[in-house]
């Protein structure tokens, strides 16, 4: 590649980075339904026909900010397992980052929700990106049930470790979004929010612990 054509790729991407950081500024100040491309176009400093050079439709954004958030959490999830040693400590770690990841970025995890929610069309970059990502952040927690087993942290009879990845990724994304949606709801109940998480937790690793 000559050096002209490597500046104008660098510059592609610099300006398609500044599109999705001006999309996910408005995104956590007003929520999603409430952006407009025209919006995210002034924020960026650009023009509305310009925006959809780099992206079709905000759909296509949105791919674009799941992508960042999905990275975003893989990291946090190497970082819990890193700190630990047995496998279930390690998908301990996990859920608490999980819900860590939604109570200090919430519109990223709003991004994640809507992206688990979508039909898949698999034929967009972006889309397809996210599906990558996905599968890297599920890879994390499939690596640490492996280690699990292995060390003897984990029951060996689980099952398909990649079936229990979806199960725990389930029971936790659920109970993050019950804590957060109803939170006044579980209070009246006399259920403190932080106790009620740990609770669950505690419980998942009771499921997956070897029987004494």
Request: one cysteine or more.
């Amino acid at each position: 590649m000559s050096y002209i054509a490597e500046r104008r790729e660098e510059e592609k991407e610099r300006r398609r980075l500044e599109i999705i950081e001006a999309a996910e500024q408005l995104y956590a100040e007003k929520g999603w339904d409430s952006v407009t491309m025209d919006q995210v176009a002034r924020t960026a400093r650009l023009s509305r026909a310009l925006l959809y050079v780099y992206f079709k439709d905000k759909e296509d954004l949105l791919f674009a900010i799941t992508g960042r958030a999905l990275e975003e959490l893989r990291h946090r999830f190497e970082q819990a397992t890193s700190e630990h040693q047995l496998g279930i400590d390690q998908v301990t770690a996990i859920g608490r980052a999980y819900a860590l990841f939604q109570q200090e970025n919430p519109f990223q995890f709003d991004a994640c929700s809507r992206y688990h929610a979508h039909q898949a069309h698999l034929g967009e970059p972006n889309e397809l990106a996210c599906n990558a990502g996905g599968d890297s952040v599920l890879a994390v927690i499939v690596e640490s049930l492996h280690r699990g087993i292995a060390d003897g942290s984990i029951r060996a009879d689980i099952g398909d470790p990649l079936k229990v990845c979806f199960m725990l990724w389930a029971f936790s994304h659920g109970l993050i979004q019950i804590a957060t949606n109803k939170s006044q709801e579980i209070a009246r109940q006399g259920i403190e929010v932080g106790t009620l998480m740990e609770e669950g937790r505690a419980m998942l690793r009771h499921m997956l612990a070897p029987g004494k």
